[in-house]
C-alpha cells in the first residue's frame, strides 16, 4: 500500500474519474469518504495490485 497525501483530493479524485482511470485500467476506483481521523480519502488499485490511499488532512 502507497499512501498519498495531497492538497485536495477531491479534485483528484474528479480528474481520474474525467480521465476514465477504472475503466481503462479495469480497477475499482473508491469513493471519497471522510474518516475519523480527520482525512478525506479514497482508493485506488493500480494495474500491478499496489492500493493507493489518496488522502487530504482535514
Given at each position: ?28 476506483m ?20 499496489v492500493?493507493w ?6
Amino acid at each position: 500500500m502507497m499512501h498519498l497525501l495531497v492538497e485536495d483530493a477531491a479534485a483528484w479524485h474528479a480528474e481520474l474519474k474525467r480521465l476514465g482511470i477504472a475503466e481503462t485500467y479495469r480497477i475499482e476506483m473508491g469513493e471519497l469518504k471522510q474518516q475519523p481521523w480527520r482525512m478525506l480519502d479514497f482508493t485506488l488499485p493500480d494495474p500491478s495490485g499496489v492500493l493507493w490511499r489518496i488522502a487530504q488532512n482535514l
